[in-house]
C-alpha cells in the first residue's frame, strides 16, 4: 500500500520558473515530512523538512507547504534552474517507519 | 571525512549466486537502514538496525539478509531467493527518530 503519493512523475519548467511537487499521506500518526533531492548516480540528500505544527517552512528558494487537515504538504522551488533538474522525493516518518513517495523527475529548460 | 561508503559501486552477478554489498559509515549513528530503489517506486525498506547485533525487517525483507556485528557497518546479502535483484541499493544512517537519514551513493546490482 502507497502511504505517501506524490505528484506529478515528471516535471518540465522553465528557467526563473516555480516548480512544485505535491505529496499526500494518510497515516496521521506521521511526524516528520522531509524532502530529498536525488542526482544521478548518487543517494538522496536531504533538502529541506518540516514538523506538522509548522504549516510553511522556507530555507533560500525552496518552500515546503503543509496542509495538516488535507493531509498534504508540497515543495516550492522558486526561481527554478539548470542546476536544480534532478528526482525530488517527498517521505513521511514516524519512529523508524519512513515511507517515501514515488519521486518527481524536474528538468529545468535554460 | 565522514560519511556513509558503500562500495562497490556497480556490481554484476549471475543468477542463483549470493552476493554481499558493504555499507560503512563513520558518523556515528546508532541506526542504520537499506533501501532499494526502482524507477517510479521510489524507496523501499528492505532491513534496518538501531543497535549492534540487533535488526529488523522491513517492507520487502524476503531473499535479503544483513548482519550488524559492529556500529560502523551493516551489510547487505542479496540471496538467490531474491527473485528480482537487479536494483539499485541505499544504504542510509539516522541519529534518532526526530533526525534526517543519510544516504550512501548507492550500489546498482545487476543480476543476469
Known sequence: QQQVKQSPQSLIVQKGGISIINCAYENTAFDYFPWYQQFPGKGPALLIAIRPDVSEKKEGRFTISFNKSAKQFSLHIMDSQPGDSATYFCAASINNDMRFGAGTRLTVKP | ?112
Open chain 2, 1 to 112: 571525512d565522514g560519511g556513509i561508503t558503500q562500495s562497490p559501486k556497480y556490481l554484476f552477478r549471475k543468477e542463483g549466486q549470493n552476493v554481499t554489498l558493504s555499507c560503512e559509515q563513520n558518523l556515528n549513528h546508532d541506526a542504520m537502514y537499506w533501501y532499494r530503489q526502482d524507477p517510479g517506486q521510489g524507496l523501499r525498506l528492505i532491513y534496518y538496525s538501531q543497535i549492534v547485533n540487533d535488526f529488523q525487517k522491513g517492507d520487502i525483507a524476503e531473499g535479503y539478509s544483513v548482519s550488524r556485528e559492529k556500529k560502523e557497518s551493516f551489510p547487505l546479502t542479496v540471496t538467490s531467493a531474491q527473485k528480482n535483484p537487479t536494483a539499485f541499493y541505499l544504504c542510509a544512517t539516522r541519529t534518532d527518530y526526530n533526525s534526517p537519514l543519510h544516504f550512501g551513493n548507492g550500489t546498482r546490482l545487476t543480476v543476469t
